[in-house]
């Protein structure tokens, strides 16, 4: 008897999916793009020393890091789906959304703000259209269930618990007493990195973080694509401080133990979840290739 494709697909075939894969090329462009001009162009950000540095760094590994991870889970979504290919393509769509926030509301104005806002769109677009389209019950699947399982989602709780307590307390203090704690990052960033982080980023991980442990089928999706999503933009924190070091920004350096620590734990939470998940209690379906994803959008039972 032949088996139902079906019964193997994390992506759900139709409109949606098109248009995330058609908005996902096209944040692809786009980070291709918006890095290589910030790198290659002298002067395209009108910015302070330090800020130049960051915008430079983050351009660095969005081209060299974050474009080629997004370009292999696209193509490997596309070629054949796996929770892999399929979760780590929305946690690159994730860190477009995030990471052209800032340059979008952040970056002073300059000759590439179109692009910044139309890679934030094309991510929005991307996210929205992908995560409707995929079956969180079969995506958990390929996700380590288990003892691997509860250590990242304790790991995915207490970041978002650390965002919020650090930006929230931050916050609270400079609503009681007026000020600011001194040294930690430009008064005029507060504002900016301290929404964004709250509301794109540490409810994320958060949620992620609760729903996994309640061994929730979403929990294991978002839980891979925010640490994915995380391990990357964390990577764009090292970067920062390396640029801002050579920038001779003081207290910045290329060995920041606190960044390079950071990343490397957030690919362990992603790799634990991802690494022969079937070892951790969990039956991995057999991936469906675009063959067979046609062959169930031909079938006369697809509904």
């Known amino acids: 008897m032949a088996t139902d494709p079906a019964l193997h697909l994390i992506l759900r075939t139709g409109p949606r999916l098109r248009a995330a894969e058609v908005l996902s090329a096209v944040v692809l462009g786009l980070m291709v793009v918006q890095a290589a001009l910030g790198l290659a162009v002298s002067g395209l950000y009108p910015e302070q020393d330090w800020a130049v540095a960051a915008f430079r760094g983050n351009d660095l590994v969005t081209l060299f890091v974050a474009a080629p991870v997004l370009a292999g889970a696209l193509v490997a979504s596309r070629r054949r789906e796996s929770s892999a290919s399929v979760l780590v393509w929305?946690?690159?769509?994730?860190?477009?959304?995030?990471?052209?926030?800032?340059?979008?509301?952040?970056?002073?104005?300059?000759?590439?703000?179109?692009?910044?806002?139309?890679?934030?769109?094309?991510?929005?677009?991307?996210?929205?259209?992908?995560?409707?389209?995929?079956?969180?019950?079969?995506?958990?699947?390929?996700?380590?269930?288990?003892?691997?399982?509860?250590?990242?989602?304790?790991?995915?709780?207490?970041?978002?618990?650390?965002?919020?307590?650090?930006?929230?307390?931050?916050?609270?203090?400079?609503?009681?007493?007026?000020?600011?704690?001194?040294?930690?990052?430009?008064?005029?960033?507060?504002?900016?990195?301290?929404?964004?982080?709250?509301?794109?980023?540490?409810?994320?991980?958060?949620?992620?973080?609760?729903?996994?442990?309640?061994?929730?089928?979403?929990?294991?999706?978002?839980?891979?694509?925010?640490?994915?999503?995380?391990?990357?933009?964390l990577a764009v924190l090292w970067a920062v401080g390396g640029f801002q070091a050579d920038a001779g920004i003081p207290g910045t350096t290329w060995l920041s133990p606190v960044a390079i620590g950071s990343v490397l734990a957030c690919m362990a939470a992603t790799l634990a979840l991802l690494v022969r998940p079937h070892g951790a209690g969990r039956t991995t379906p057999a991936p469906a290739s675009t063959t067979e994803r046609a062959a169930h959008l031909t079938s006369p039972t697809a509904s």
Request: proline share 3%; aromatic share 12%; no cysteine.
């Open 90 to 233: 929305l946690g690159m769509l994730h860190y477009g959304l995030y990471n052209y926030a800032y340059y979008s509301f952040g970056a002073a104005f300059s000759s590439v703000f179109l692009v910044h806002v139309a890679a934030l769109v094309a991510s929005i677009g991307a996210l929205l259209m992908l995560a409707t389209s995929i079956d969180a019950r079969r995506a958990a699947r390929g996700v380590a269930g288990g003892r691997r399982a509860r250590a990242v989602a304790v790991f995915t709780t207490v970041v978002g618990v650390a965002l919020v307590a650090a930006w929230g307390g931050l916050s609270l203090r400079f609503a009681i007493t007026g000020t600011l704690a001194p040294n930690v990052m430009p008064p005029s960033a507060v504002h900016l990195v301290y929404a964004i982080d709250l509301s794109l980023l540490a409810p994320v991980f958060l949620v992620a973080g609760i729903l996994l442990w309640r061994r929730e089928p979403w929990g294991s999706v978002l839980a891979v694509a925010i640490n994915a999503s995380g391990a990357v933009y």
